[in-house]
């Protein structure tokens, strides 16, 4: 059964799309550990989900300002 050009073709187009995405999701993991770090501080000092909320959501877009 002789190979198609195109199946071939389509198959590495989505290989690289999916280690593209793959890529982009372990960098997104890596900028939050330490919005994650500091939100679970702030849960055991505190117990509070709203704080722990607003910590996660400030450190993460301070991180986020930063990158760029």
Known sequence: M????LEIGLSL?????????IIILVKTVIMLIPAAIVAAIVYFL??????????FLIIAAISLLKKL
Not at 48 to 54: F, K, N, P, W
Request: hydrophobic share 50%; aromatic share 14%; charged share 5%.
């Open 46 to 55: 505190t117990g509070s989900y709203l704080y722990t909320a607003g910590a």
């Open 2 to 5: 002789p190979l198609d050009p």
């Open 13 to 21: 187009l989505f290989i690289v799309l999916g280690l593209i995405i």
